[in-house]
C-alpha cells in the first residue's frame, strides 16, 4: 500500500519502497553522467543534492531501514555518481566522501529522525496532538532535560519503530543542544555535537554512546 508516496508492506520492512528509490535515484543519475562528461565538484555535489539524494531521503523517519543489505544498497547508490568525478576514481568510497565532505546516507537518517523528535517535543508540529513520544520526568541519571521513557519491546520487530528506536540516541544528547529554540539552531548544534563522529564517512560505525550496531 502506497501512502504520501511512501509503499508499506504488510511486514514492515520497506524493502519495496527502498528498492523503488534506489531505481529512481539511478535512472537520475543515469541522465547526469549522459549529459555532463566532465563536472567540477562544486556543480557535481549541487547536482547530486538537488536531483538524486533527495529522492533517498524523502520521509526517512518513516521507513529508516535496519537491515544491512537494504544499507548496503543505499550507499552504494551514493557511490555511483562519486565515479563520475576524474578526481575520485581511484578513491575509496570514505575517501569520495571526505574529499566531497558529504555525509554518509545512514548517518544523514540518523540526522534527520533527530530534528523530527526534537519537532515533536517540542511543538513544532501541531500542539493540539498528542505526543507519541513520552519523556521520562521521574529520571534521576543522567541525561537531558527532555530525556525519553526507555521501553523495551516484547516483538524483535518492535524494536525498529520510530518511537523505539530514537530513544537511545535522543537521550545521550546534551542538554545545550535539545534546549535549541529553533529548529535551525538544533540543527547547528547538533553538527557541532556530532562533528568528530567516525560514522559521518564510515556508515558501518557506531554513533558514540548508542548500543546499537549502526543505531537504527
Given at each position: 500500500m502506497k501512502d504520501l508516496g511512501v509503499i508499506i508492506d504488510c511486514k514492515l520492512k520497506f524493502q519495496d519502497h527502498v528498492k523503488q528509490k534506489i531505481n529512481k535515484a539511478y535512472s537520475i543519475l543515469g541522465i547526469l553522467r549522459r549529459n555532463f562528461k566532465e563536472m567540477d565538484v562544486d556543480s557535481f555535489i549541487s547536482l547530486y543534492k538537488l536531483s538524486a539524494r533527495c529522492h533517498l531521503e524523502y520521509a526517512e523517519s518513516v521507513w529508516n531501514p535496519h537491515y544491512m543489505?537494504?544499507?548496503?544498497?543505499?550507499?552504494?547508490?551514493?557511490?555511483?555518481?562519486?565515479?563520475?568525478?576524474?578526481?575520485?576514481?581511484?578513491?575509496?568510497?570514505?575517501?569520495?566522501?571526505?574529499?566531497?565532505?558529504?555525509?554518509t546516507l545512514a548517518f544523514r537518517r540518523n540526522r534527520g529522525v533527530m530534528i523530527e523528535v526534537y519537532k515533536i517535543l517540542t511543538g513544532k508540529y501541531d500542539p493540539t496532538l498528542p505526543s507519541i513520544l513520552h519523556c521520562n520526568i521521574n529520571s534521576t541519571t543522567r541525561g537531558n532535560a527532555l530525556k525519553l521513557s526507555t521501553y523495551h519491546p516484547k516483538y524483535d520487530l518492535c524494536k525498529y519503530y520510530f518511537t523505539v528506536r530514537v530513544i537511545s540516541l535522543w537521550n545521550?544528547?546534551?542538554?545545550?543542544?535539545?534546549?535549541?529554540?529553533?529548529?535551525?539552531?538544533?540543527?547547528?548544534?547538533?553538527?557541532?555535537?556530532?562533528?568528530?563522529?567516525?560514522?559521518?564517512?564510515?556508515?558501518?560505525?557506531?554513533?558514540?554512546?548508542?548500543?546499537?550496531?549502526?543505531?537504527?
Amino acid at each position: 500500500m502506497k501512502d504520501l508516496g511512501v509503499i508499506i508492506d504488510c511486514k514492515l520492512k520497506f524493502q519495496d519502497h527502498v528498492k523503488q528509490k534506489i531505481n529512481k535515484a539511478y535512472s537520475i543519475l543515469g541522465i547526469l553522467r549522459r549529459n555532463f562528461k566532465e563536472m567540477d565538484v562544486d556543480s557535481f555535489i549541487s547536482l547530486y543534492k538537488l536531483s538524486a539524494r533527495c529522492h533517498l531521503e524523502y520521509a526517512e523517519s518513516v521507513w529508516n531501514p535496519h537491515y544491512m543489505y537494504l544499507i548496503d544498497d543505499l550507499e552504494k547508490v551514493q557511490k555511483r555518481p562519486t565515479e563520475i568525478l576524474r578526481q575520485c576514481r581511484r578513491l575509496y568510497y570514505r575517501q569520495c566522501l571526505e574529499f566531497l565532505n558529504l555525509l554518509t546516507l545512514a548517518f544523514r537518517r540518523n540526522r534527520g529522525v533527530m530534528i523530527e523528535v526534537y519537532k515533536i517535543l517540542t511543538g513544532k508540529y501541531d500542539p493540539t496532538l498528542p505526543s507519541i513520544l513520552h519523556c521520562n520526568i521521574n529520571s534521576t541519571t543522567r541525561g537531558n532535560a527532555l530525556k525519553l521513557s526507555t521501553y523495551h519491546p516484547k516483538y524483535d520487530l518492535c524494536k525498529y519503530y520510530f518511537t523505539v528506536r530514537v530513544i537511545s540516541l535522543w537521550n545521550i544528547l546534551p542538554t545545550h543542544v535539545i534546549t535549541a529554540v529553533s529548529v535551525d539552531s538544533f540543527k547547528n548544534r547538533l553538527d557541532k555535537f556530532w562533528a568528530n563522529e567516525e560514522a559521518r564517512f564510515d556508515y558501518k560505525a557506531n554513533l558514540s554512546g548508542c548500543g546499537f550496531a549502526r543505531c537504527f
